[in-house]
C-alpha cells in the first residue's frame, strides 16, 4: 500500500471561481454604465472595459495553471508519466 493521497478538487473549485468571475463581472452593466471618472481624457466605459480584458486574461491564465497543476498531480498519483498515454 502507498501512503500517498490523491490531488483534492481545490484547485479545480479555485479555477472555476477564477473563470466565473471573469465571466459574470463583465455582464453587470450598472458596474460600467457612466462615463465618469475620465482617466487622461478616456472615459470610464472605455478604460474599464480595457481592464477587463486584462483581469479576464490573467484570470483564464490562473485557472489553466490550476488545472495543469491538478492534471499532473492526477498523473503522478495513478504512476503515469506524460509519455505514458494509454
Request: proline share 7%; hydrophobic share 45%.
Amino acid at each position: 500500500m502507498s501512503d500517498r493521497t490523491p490531488p483534492g478538487k481545490g484547485p479545480l473549485i479555485g479555477a472555476g471561481v477564477a473563470l466565473a468571475i471573469a465571466i459574470v463581472v463583465p455582464l453587470l452593466v450598472s458596474t460600467y454604465a457612466t462615463s465618469d471618472p475620465e482617466l487622461w481624457g478616456i472615459p470610464f466605459f472605455f478604460w474599464y472595459q480595457f481592464m477587463l480584458v486584462i483581469a479576464s486574461v490573467v484570470l483564464t491564465s490562473i485557472a489553466y495553471f490550476l488545472v495543469i497543476g491538478h492534471e499532473r498531480d492526477r498523473r503522478t498519483f495513478e504512476g503515469r508519466t506524460d509519455g505514458d498515454r494509454s
